[in-house]
């Protein structure tokens, strides 16, 4: 009685109503949790109290025995309860345990690792000359995207897990270009070097973006600059640079054939980036207001493709991150505040940042080459999801 | 670093979670307040789990080990 990550997302994007059981340790809990829509609801009951009093090897009974004694009333009925642990071992026992009181009980597959590391592709535009893909990260709340014309495709800010593009390259029939990153990336690591280095295609970054905004030290890793106006042709379509400072300083986001917009950390679909993860949000909320207008300006028809989502309730019915300039300019209030004018919106912007989480000064160096990281500490760095864009209004 | 007494070692090697946080709660039980057990380890999910466990159950963590994937704690039974 499991299910797995791509199961449990599709709950979050059709908001299904979901109990999440947590047995990981307090800390792990508190440093990092699965989260859903407002649908979704979480309670930390460490699998370490459950089994502290167990005799002989009959887990699921202990498991049944402490939660009738502990959280009988803590854990709903006629909904489902999904038990997390950490790899998806006990949890399965807990699962058990549960379904033998009579809950509809399951356990997540792979647990919270396998949740984290799950990438969620799917085709948001199959056309026959042009598909563009969406590769999520939904753990992290990441999105990156590859667009593919004829046999050529370009990929746009790469997650570190490399295989995923890949494949998703592969099946298509296609090659690897172009890499983009359409900014220095603090919240993740980045692939974009990597993937480029393993396709032998460039790796193409802002030069503004080059340099480290808290240390001031240039990057040590290789990149063709890709600067505003320029144009990277792939197959029979076409990407444009736009320049749009204020997230970083060095931000890009790419028309594509005129139709769609990877916007990278500038507008989401609920929300709008976060100026101030380069230490100087009161120099940059004027250029990035100027240049939210400047994308808010586009064609209403055209399609956004954003860098992040908040929540799965972000999606549409298919599991898209996608927007338009018309849906942004009518019901994002960011996008809505940054078509009025620059001071009511730099109050708005900096009374709505969150707190700077440290490791993204250390994220940054990684992604420029300026430090190196093993897989497990870029994991502990990544940890939890991104907060590039603005808190949610009070 | 002076090496720890121990009174009773518990090899928890190749077990993944959550047992190796199961045989300890259930090695603890033979031993006496002020006792210390030694675990022993591989499954790295020991590292967040055993030290919870321990204050969790009123027992003190006297120290965690990385031997080379070779998890070592040791562990003093608490008075309760």
């Keep these: ?394 | 670093m002076a090496e720890i007494q121990d009174d009773e070692v518990l090899d928890a090697s190749g077990l993944s979670c959550p047992m190796p946080v199961v045989r300890a709660a259930q090695a603890m039980r033979g031993l006496a307040p002020g006792q210390v057990l030694r675990i022993v380890a591989t499954d790295r999910g020991s590292l967040a789990d055993i030290p919870a466990w321990a204050e969790d159950t009123g027992n003190e963590l006297l120290d965690t080990r990385d031997e080379g994937g070779r998890l070592v704690f040791f562990v003093r039974k608490g008075s309760e």
């Design chain 1, 1 to 394: 009685m499991n299910l797995g990550p791509a199961e449990l997302l599709a709950r979050f994007s059709r908001r299904e109503p979901t109990f999440l059981l947590d047995v990981r340790a307090a800390k792990e809990f508190a440093a990092w949790r699965i989260e859903g829509p407002a649908e979704v609801t979480a309670l930390n009951a460490p699998y370490t109290r459950m089994l502290a009093e167990v005799e002989g090897d009959d887990l699921p009974r202990a498991i049944a025995r402490y939660v009738e004694a502990n959280l009988a009333d803590a854990i709903p009925r006629g909904r489902l309860v999904v038990a997390v642990c950490a790899k998806g071992g006990t949890s399965a026992f807990v699962a058990e345990g549960l379904r033998s009181l009579g809950y509809d009980a399951v356990s997540l597959t792979g647990g919270t690792k396998a949740w984290g590391d799950w990438y969620d592709v799917r085709a948001v535009v199959d056309e026959p000359d042009l598909a563009v893909l969406q590769i999520a990260r939904p753990a992290r709340g990441c999105l990156s995207w590859i667009a593919v014309s004829g046999d050529a495709a370009v990929v746009i800010d790469p997650l570190r897990h490399l295989e995923r593009y890949h494949e998703v390259v592969a099946a298509r029939g296609a090659r690897i270009v172009a890499v983009i990153d359409t900014h220095a990336h603090a919240d993740h690591v980045s692939g974009g070097r990597a993937l480029a280095d393993a396709v032998g295609a460039p790796y193409r970054l802002h030069p503004y973006d080059a340099i480290h905004p808290i240390d001031l030290v240039p990057a040590r890793i290789p990149y063709e600059p890709l600067t505003e106006g320029v144009r990277v042709p792939f197959g029979a379509s076409v990407l444009e640079a736009l320049h749009v400072p204020g997230h970083t300083i060095g931000a890009l986001a790419l028309r594509l054939d005129g139709r769609f917009l990877f916007a990278g950390d500038t507008l989401f679909v609920a929300s709008i980036a976060r100026p101030d993860l380069g230490g100087r949000a009161e120099a940059w909320t004027p250029l990035h207001h100027a240049s939210l207008r400047r994308l808010l300006d586009l064609p209403r028809e055209t399609i956004v493709f954003p860098g992040h989502f908040s929540s799965p309730a972000e999606a549409d019915d298919g599991g898209a991150y996608v927007t338009s300039i018309a849906d942004l300019r009518a019901g994002n209030d960011g996008a809505r505040r940054a078509l009025g004018d620059l001071d009511p919106f730099a109050r708005y912007i900096l009374a709505s940042l969150p707190e700077f989480p440290p490791q993204y000064v250390e994220i940054k160096r990684l992604n420029l080459g300026l430090a190196d990281a093993v897989d497990d500490r870029a994991a502990e760095l990544e940890l939890g999801k991104n907060v590039c864009a603005l808190a949610a209004p009070a």
